[in-house]
């Protein structure tokens, strides 16, 4: 693919290896908490905004997938470890799980789900993200 655009991205997907209660241990479903992400180096931070749509995706091999769904909630700043960026994320009570994603003819070509050792962060079209709310209770 091209370079991304500002255009192109209806939702950034910050990864984890860790799961939500590792992140913030005691972290209830239905419940929007606020982390900071670190994040890789890359043309991508310019397009980030606050208010941006965002989600936590769980890789490995315990429910991976969408965890939790949110919005950007700072600029993306750098620290010594890199750049960095605060997310407000609330909590789903179930995952959406990368299986159902790889299922569906509208998310399967989504980035995280093609090179799922790819940047973070990642990002969603329009089509691809409308396909994760599909599966959010509510639309997230």
Known sequence: MSRLAAADVACWVVK???RP???LPGWPAGAARELARCLRRSY???LMEPGQPCLLWVSGRH???VHAIGTLAGEVRHDADGPVVDV???LLPHPVPRADLLADPDARDAEVLRMPAGSN???LSAVQFAAVLDRVPDGG
């Open 16 to 18: 984890s290896t860790r």
């Open 21 to 23: 209660a590792e992140l």
């Open 44 to 46: 991508r931070l310019e």
């Open 63 to 65: 429910e991976p997938g």
């Open 88 to 90: 407000d994320l609330t």
């Open 121 to 123: 962060p990642s990002w």
